[in-house]
């Protein structure tokens, strides 16, 4: 976040060498900002704080039209409006993949498969098996085979509009060859570098003076997202189609041929695509690539396995923002070895101390790392990791560098075990592990001082609240003084201020316009979207994926406020029992141990007050809730019995799919049993309550009916 020393002059109120001066500071700063984005690919403010900057320079050169500069931001062709990308919305949310390390893993991931779609022991679901490309991904669209649109992942859901961008990419073909090109084709895959030509173009850069990339891929990243699509052009971009996205009609019935398509339509495809047929031929694929890595020329993370058939693919569907069809292979991480020099226990928004580990600087896989996780208590007693000890540690993709070990015979005499602490650093509660759990937490969840920051930090963060001017600093200084406990607090600071203590605008590092600018942020923001508000609570394991589900679940956040109020209600020390729970519990992504968090949240009075307080300060739009179209939109359903057409995980993903609920239990809610062989109880209360009983057959036939 920038930080500006000094508040800002009200544009009618700056002289005009005043205004001189600003603009060129501010031409100056933007400048850098652009390059940090386009060039680094590491920018350092939001879009929003950016864009006041643009708004700042417009807004005085409105009122100084003769100070406009050639070189002012304003005036340079090509630009957006706001000087970034625009958004684009993706048709079909471009995925990430779930990740598999070890050889047991890949094995589990196969062995699911079969389980949820229910195989015979002799049948293998055929996998294709890939190379996972350390790039970027991108989606194409294509209407009437004319390249239309192209944009970057973003977070999934929206990405960044680069179409210009991409037209200049060799590999990415403006129109699509062949005759029965599908009206609409979203083509997908990844823009990537050859390494020799990374080189050859830091060598370029160097030579002339420019920004030199410490990868291939943030090569590929920021020549791709130039402003100036004349950059791009001159880059060696390339580009490999491995998927899809929305499509008109599926010109083939299996991801091999759906790729061998995108092939004959003009794409450049992986010609190490491979099926495998048994789970050896898998592993000796992932053997062979990684032999083979170093020779490959583009640099590749792992393998990626899906399964071939598209309608499995579809059976099997998704959990939170990863296809249970398809997982990524991962090669093992680059390592290092370094002094650890101490061990500082942070404490998280749940409680959680997190030891996290002071590190000599290192540099790994091109990186200088000086923090790494040392996970929890037991890691570091099982791994006997002593302060002063020479430890290894390794980095793997985008995750947090890891202490892997100990270098034993480095390590210095005298040097003790480490003792975990048993209370919290930042309150001195008792800091205790519930039985079966690693982490070891601050027993004083309502009033720790770090827990309750933390909350408040993740209150405003990026995804959840965003508010301008209000980062994790600021939240943090007006907690230590006393103006913001709660997130309701937030709204009602303008209502309180300079009632107790001077008014903000007199405070230190604030000034009367950073301070109107602060409280017109967080009006802003009395509105907000129900997954961020939802997001925003913090509640554990509700990450932005679960509470997306969750607002297209319940639509409203009164209608998931008085849901989980009766889940919570339901709770006895036998478990959770309610409708509600078997409602929260049967949303398609959302499991068991997120259900009960939740349920934990909403059954603390002091958790609930403070949402309400929130409440009362804000308006929470409605989300789009899921299909509403299908034969069984609405309707709860019941699933018993032995279940021999589909397993009962994947009944309840396909159910909750078409918008339909799952419940555990019968009542006189239920608006269909689906009985399997041998159902018991539950098919008798059906029959007593009335309630329609459907064979598995049956239920097929209704879910296909619309
Ligand atoms: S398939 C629904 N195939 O990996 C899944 N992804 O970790 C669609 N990636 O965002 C992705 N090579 O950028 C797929 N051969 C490949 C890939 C690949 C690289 C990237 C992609 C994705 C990320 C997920």
């Not at 053997?287 to 499995?312: C, F, H, M, P, S």
């Not at 994790?472 to 309180?496: M, S």
């Not at 309630?691 to 598995?696: C, I, P, R």
């Amino acid at each position: 976040m920038a930080k500006r020393a000094k508040p800002l002059t009200p544009v009618d109120e700056l002289t005009k060498a005043q205004a001189r001066v600003e603009l060129t500071r501010l031409a100056l700063e933007i400048e850098g900002h652009d390059a940090r984005y386009y060039q680094h690919d590491a920018p350092t403010i939001s879009d929003a704080a950016y864009d006041a900057l643009r708004r700042r320079v417009e807004d005085i050169e409105a009122r100084f039209p003769d100070l406009v500069a050639a070189e002012s931001p304003t005036q340079r062709v090509g630009a957006q409006p706001s000087g970034r990308f625009a958004k684009v919305r993706h048709a079909v949310p471009m995925l990430s993949l779930g990740n598999a390390f070890a050889d047991a893993d890949v094995t589990e991931f196969v062995a699911r498969v079969r389980r949820f779609l229910r195989l015979d022991d002799g049948e293998f679901p055929i996998i294709v098996a890939e190379p996972k490309i350390d790039g970027l991904s991108l989606t194409l669209r294509y209407e009437h085979g004319e390249l239309v649109t192209g944009a970057t992942r973003g977070d999934g859901f929206e990405g960044e509009d680069v179409t210009a961008n991409v037209r200049t990419v060799k590999d990415i073909p403006h129109k699509l060859k062949g005759r029965d090109v599908p009206a609409v084709c979203e083509v997908r895959g990844e823009v990537y570098m050859l390494r020799e030509d990374f080189l050859a173009l830091n060598r370029k850069q160097a030579a002339a003076g420019d920004t030199v990339f410490a990868n291939p891929r943030n090569s590929a990243a920021g020549s791709l997202r130039q402003k100036d699509a004349g950059i791009t052009a001159a880059r060696p971009l390339k580009f490999f189609a491995y998927a899809w996205g929305e499509m008109s009609a599926l010109p083939a019935d299996t991801q091999f041929e759906m790729v061998n398509w995108l092939g004959h339509a003009g794409f450049v495809v992986n010609p190490l695509m491979t099926l495998c047929h048994s789970v050896e031929d898998v592993m000796n694929y992932y053997r062979g690539i990684e032999t083979q890595r170093a020779t490959l020329g583009y640099d590749i993370d792992g393998v990626v396995y899906k399964v071939n058939r598209l309608d499995w693919q579809e059976r099997l569907g998704f959990v939170s923002r990863s296809p249970r069809w398809a997982i990524a292979h991962k090669f093992a991480a680059e390592r290092a070895t370094t002094v650890l020099n101490a061990i500082d226990i942070q404490v998280g928004r749940t409680g959680a101390l997190t030891p996290v580990a002071k590190l000599a600087p290192v540099t790994v896989g091109g990186v200088v790392v000086q923090n790494a996780t040392l996970h929890n208590e037991d890691e570091i007693a099982r791994k006997d990791i002593r302060i002063g000890d020479t430890v290894t540690i390794q980095r793997a993709g985008d995750v947090i560098p890891q202490v892997v070990g100990v270098v034993l015979d480095k390590r210095p005499k005298g040097a003790e075990p480490y003792r975990f602490p048993t209370t919290c650093p930042a309150c001195g509660s008792h800091a205790v592990r519930e039985e079966g759990e690693a982490v070891r937490r601050c027993t004083n969840t309502l009033s720790c001082p770090a827990q309750a920051v933390e909350r408040l930090k993740h209150f405003v963060s990026r995804n959840a609240f965003d508010i301008e001017g209000l980062g994790e600093k600021q939240v943090a200084a007006f907690f230590d003084e006393g103006l913001v406990r709660a997130p309701a607090d937030i709204f009602t600071l303008k209502a309180r201020d300079g009632k107790k203590g001077p008014p903000l605008a007199e405070r230190e590092g604030w000034g009367a316009t950073s301070a109107n600018n602060l409280f017109n942020a967080i009006d802003e923001r009395r509105h907000i979207a129900l997954h961020r508000a939802i997001f925003a609570l913090g509640i554990r394991h509700v990450g932005e994926g679960n509470a997306k589900l969750l607002a297209r679940h319940y639509g409203s956040m009164d209608a998931f406020r008085a849901a989980m109020g009766e889940a919570a209600a339901g709770r006895s020390p036998e478990g959770n029992a309610s409708e509600a729970y078997a409602d929260l519990n049967a949303i398609e992504g959302v499991g068991k141990v997120v259900a009960d968090a939740i349920v934990e949240f909403f059954a603390e009075p002091r958790s609930v007050r403070a949402l309400d307080d929130l409440l009362a300060e804000i308006t929470v739009e409605d989300a789009e809730r899921i299909k509403t179209d299908t034969a069984v939109a609405g309707k709860t359903v019941v699933f018993t019995g032995a279940l021999t057409r589909f397993s009962r995980d994947e009944a309840k993903a396909s159910a909750e799919r078409l918008g339909a609920k799952v419940a555990g239990s019968v009542s006189s809610k239920t608006d269909y049993v689906v009985a399997g062989e041998a159902a018991g109880s539950k098919l008798d209360k059906a029959r007593a309550l009335g309630v329609t009983v459907l064979s598995e057959d049956e239920w097929l036939k209704l879910i296909d009916s619309k």
